[in-house]
């Protein structure tokens, strides 16, 4: 298993509102080997899991990027990468 813990908070942005969410909360699930991601953002909730699969398939390089580069939410059930398009009101 890799050596994330849970003070390293990834850096997360809302799709919506283009800004860091207001909060998140990470949940280390030893037992099921995944790190559940709950995040809130203008009075919304969002989930996302990084199972070992994913991290195993991103690799160091791809996990150092979601805790330095940060991912977004309200937008996939995975983080992704920067939106391609943002649509304008
Ligand atoms: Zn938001």
Redesign the pocket.
Same mark, same amino acid.
């Given at each position: 298993m890799s050596d994330l813990s849970a003070q390293r908070l990834p850096v997360i942005r !809302?799709a919506? !509102?283009h800004?860091p969410?207001d909060r998140i909360f990470v949940d280390h699930n030893e037992h099921m080997m995944v790190i559940d991601i709950t995040v809130w !953002?203008?009075g919304?909730t969002d989930k996302m899991q990084l199972t070992q699969k994913f991290m195993a398939e991103i690799g160091r390089e791809g996990e150092q990027q979601i805790f330095t580069r940060g991912g977004v939410a309200?937008q996939s059930k995975l983080l992704t990468e920067a939106p391609k398009e943002l649509r304008h009101a």
């Open positions: !809302c919506m !509102c800004k969410v !953002c203008h919304d309200f």
